[in-house]
């Protein structure tokens, strides 16, 4: 359950592969684990596939949590990163699209998409928003049902920062325990060198033309670009317009994960 560009497809490379007890070139989490809200292919068939499993069923979604189903023997694994992050990965996911879809998403200055990225106006529902209070409001629709038991948090930087910790987090709380064997395993197979490599493996909807290069879906995995991208300018600009959204805890955890304060102790 993530916003768009947080690490969706990191997070299901990392489930299937704790769900299947394994890694290997034949699990390819994209293939078995549907968006299902991207309308992309008929629901009937997505249904079907989904009921032939015979696995332990994981499914992608990009929706906040007011528009997702909410089940109690079900596990919601949220995935957030920097909002800025996920700015500069979308453009780079919008330019390796061979459609003009996402091509709105590329205003040519990167400094006025970022302001008009930063300051549009967003409407619950619309899925085609490119803003960062769709950003926000994902990660608020999420933060305000944080007791729910099965309902659990990750973050994009601690994922870089401790892969093999997050991934024990992920077990936990699907209720896995893998050795250490398979810890190590998953920690080589889900590294950024390694998707790339076998995008064909990894990337959703790869080897069937949607990209120009099914590699490039993993552009760099890198964060912060926007320091050295950004003038001081559009920066204070996003400064101000976060701080409208969300209060200092919360946008300290949103940029920081756990380097940030402990923000969902006791709940």
């Known amino acids: 359950c993530t916003p768009p560009k947080s690490g969706t497809t990191w997070t299901q490379a990392i489930c299937a592969f704790l769900i299947f007890g394994r890694t290997g070139a034949d699990i390819k989490p994209g293939m078995i684990s549907p968006w299902i809200d991207s309308k992309s292919e008929p629901i009937d068939e997505l249904y079907a596939m989904l009921a032939a499993q015979t696995h332990r069923r994981f499914i992608k979604t990009h929706t906040p949590l007011d528009g997702v189903p909410y089940f109690p023997q079900c596990t919601y694994l949220s995935v957030y990163r920097d909002p800025r992050d996920t700015y500069f990965s979308m453009r780079g996911h919008a330019a390796n699209l061979k459609s003009e879809k996402l091509a709105h998403r590329l205003v040519a200055s990167v400094g006025d998409g970022f302001r008009e990225w930063a ?24 933060r305000r049902h944080a007791a729910l038991r099965n309902l659990h948090f990750f973050h994009y930087a601690d994922m870089k920062r401790d892969l093999r910790g997050a991934i024990m987090g992920m077990a936990a709380a699907l209720n896995l325990t893998p050795s250490d064997v398979l ?47 950004l003038s001081s300018g559009d920066l204070a600009l996003y400064d101000v317009r976060v701080r409208a959204l969300l209060p200092e805890d919360e946008i300290a955890w949103l940029h920081n994960g756990s380097a940030a304060p402990a923000l969902f102790t006791g709940l």
Not at 119 to 142: C, I, M, R, W
Not at 195 to 218: C, H, L, T, Y
């Open 119 to 142: 300051t549009k106006s967003f409407t619950p529902g619309d899925p085609e928003s490119f803003a960062l209070g769709a950003n926000v409001h994902h990660y608020q629709s999420y």
């Open 183 to 229: 810890l190590a395993e998953i920690v080589d197979a889900v590294s950024f060198e390694n998707m790339r490599e076998n995008a064909r493996n990894f990337a959703p909807n790869a080897g069937s033309g949607v990209w120009k290069d099914d590699r490039q879906f993993f552009s760099n995995g890198q964060s912060q670009r926007w320091r050295e991208t």
